[in-house]
């Protein structure tokens, strides 16, 4: 079965708005598209009986710093049935960064979603437990931003027994 003619197809198939651009790098198949179809798209890749995505390995940010659109989130899957990963893009703008939760359709990405939220913060709508994982609830940055300073922020940050 050739997915990486097959899950375009489907997809535009039932979702004929979605404009999608897809590449293929070192068998890497990657689709990126409008952060507005995030669920409904993971949803279908999930539930769809010829594809069967069900695991959701991974979801993290890349930070571009300087473009418009400032992340990028990325979604790791995986149909443990075909033995195939396919990753997913949504680009987030900084002066909105919030995007659709996914956790209801993979129950992995509530953890995942929570690291991103916390070292990029990119907010995800209609999380269930949208809280930091590794840093305090009151500290104000997010570490893995370009703009965070590499040796940290002195006193930004109160250190046990101190």
Same mark, same amino acid.
């Given at each position: 079965?050739?997915? !990486?003619?097959?899950?375009?197809?489907? @997809? &535009?198939?039932?979702?004929? +708005?979605? =404009?999608?651009?897809?590449?293929?790098?070192?068998?890497?198949?990657t689709?990126?598209?409008?952060?507005?179809f995030i669920?409904?798209?993971?949803?279908?890749?999930?539930?769809?009986?010829?594809?069967?995505?069900?695991?959701?390995?991974?979801?993290?940010?890349?930070?571009?710093?300087?473009?418009?659109n400032?992340?990028?989130?990325v979604?790791?899957i995986?149909?443990? !049935?075909h033995?195939?990963?396919?990753r @997913? &893009?949504?680009?987030?703008? +900084?002066? =909105?960064?919030t995007?659709?939760?996914?956790?209801?359709?993979?129950?992995?990405?509530?953890?995942?979603?929570?690291?991103?939220?916390?070292?990029y913060?990119?907010k995800?709508?209609?999380?269930?437990?949208?809280?930091r994982?590794?840093?305090?609830?009151e500290f104000?940055?997010?570490?893995?931003?370009?703009?965070?300073?590499?040796?940290?922020i002195?006193?930004?940050?109160?250190?046990?027994?101190?």
């Amino acid at each position: 079965m050739n997915f !990486k003619e097959i899950i375009p197809q489907k @997809l &535009k198939e039932n979702f004929p +708005e979605l =404009d999608i651009e897809v590449s293929d790098f070192r068998n890497d198949l990657t689709l990126k598209f409008d952060k507005k179809f995030i669920h409904d798209v993971s949803f279908f890749l999930k539930e769809d009986e010829e594809l069967q995505f069900n695991f959701c390995e991974d979801v993290t940010a890349i930070d571009w710093a300087v473009r418009k659109n400032r992340f990028t989130v990325v979604y790791h899957i995986f149909s443990m !049935k075909h033995n195939f990963r396919l990753r @997913l &893009k949504c680009d987030v703008d +900084e002066s =909105d960064s919030t995007i659709d939760t996914v956790s209801s359709v993979w129950k992995t990405a509530n953890w995942l979603e929570r690291e991103t939220y916390d070292m990029y913060g990119v907010k995800f709508n209609n999380h269930p437990d949208l809280r930091r994982m590794y840093m305090p609830e009151e500290f104000e940055y997010h570490p893995l931003r370009k703009d965070f300073p590499l040796m940290g922020i002195p006193g930004s940050l109160s250190l046990p027994g101190k």
